[in-house]
Nanobody, 124 residues
Framework: QVQLVESGGGLVPPGGSLRLSCEAS????????IGWFRQAPGKEREEIAA????????FYADSVKGRFTVSRHSAHYTAYLQMDKLKPEDTAVYYC?????????????????WGQGTQVTVSS
């Protein structure tokens, strides 16, 4: 059973930075995609980034492009979301999710496995 654990959320002032981690375990295949999502109160879940271990492709939503960077540690089944120049509108619960397979990163993938989420609050 694939399991994901996020960490690294917290309170940060506008303009600050945070790095989220997503530690995965239980994969049965060699390749997978890690996707990052967020959900703010009263809003729909938003897909914001993804990285594929198949071809190292990445995806970013327009709302975070140029400010957020997704990466991975190849040996430790861990993905990261570096968030810079944070804005109050980035406040949300952030989730990572994964799907196994030789799939490039992109929007709209069907992710069967999800982490528990970590709160990010951007406020002065």
């Amino acid at each position: 059973q694939v399991q994901l654990v996020e960490s690294g959320g917290g309170l940060v002032p506008p303009g600050g930075s945070l790095r989220l981690s997503c530690e995965a375990s239980g994969f049965t295949l060699d390749y997978y995609v890690i996707g990052w999502f967020r959900q703010a109160p009263g809003k729909e879940r938003e897909e914001i980034a993804a990285i594929s271990t198949f071809d190292d492709s990445t995806f970013y939503a327009d709302s975070v492009k140029g400010r957020f960077t997704v990466s991975r540690h190849s040996a430790h089944y861990t993905a990261y979301l570096q968030m810079d120049k944070l804005k109050p509108e980035d406040t949300a619960v952030y989730y990572c999710a994964t799907v196994e397979g030789t799939v490039p990163a992109g929007p709209g993938l069907d992710y069967p496995y999800w982490g528990q989420g970590t709160q990010v609050t951007v406020s002065s």
